[in-house]
């Protein structure tokens, strides 16, 4: 089992940042990829970004070039750096890791506003 807490969701303007943060634990292995996804109230669950264990960063459409994704291989660690927020970023994000299965955090709300 994989175990992911996340961290840092809040309110932010737009136009502003706020980073997000997610730590894995429990049974974490090599070759896997981890990564973010949002769900809007009344919407899909939609892919943000990932990062492969071999450093590989993929980004959704509506985020790329705003967002940026890092991982920290020795603490188990995921980052998301989000830039120039937009008020349809407002979401749950939740953590997501991947090897053979997909395991989740909690979901860390995020709120764009003025």
């Known amino acids: 089992q994989v175990q992911l807490v996340e961290s840092g969701g809040g309110l932010v303007q737009p136009g502003g940042s706020l980073q997000l943060s997610c730590a894995a634990s429990?049974?974490?292995?090599?070759?896997?990829?981890m990564g973010w996804y949002r769900q809007a109230s009344g919407k899909e669950r939609e892919f943000v970004a990932h990062?492969?264990?071999?450093?590989?960063?993929t980004y959704g459409d509506s985020v790329r070039g705003r967002f940026t994704i890092s991982r920290d291989y020795v603490k188990n660690t995921v980052t998301l750096q989000m830039n120039s927020a937009k008020v349809e970023d407002t979401a749950v994000y939740y953590c997501?890791?991947?090897?053979?299965?997909?395991?989740w955090g909690q979901g860390t709300q995020v709120t764009v506003s003025s």
């Open positions: 429990g049974s974490v292995f090599s070759g896997n990829t």
């Open positions: 990062v492969t264990n071999n450093g590989r960063t």
């Open positions: 997501n890791y991947r090897r053979n299965k997909n395991y």
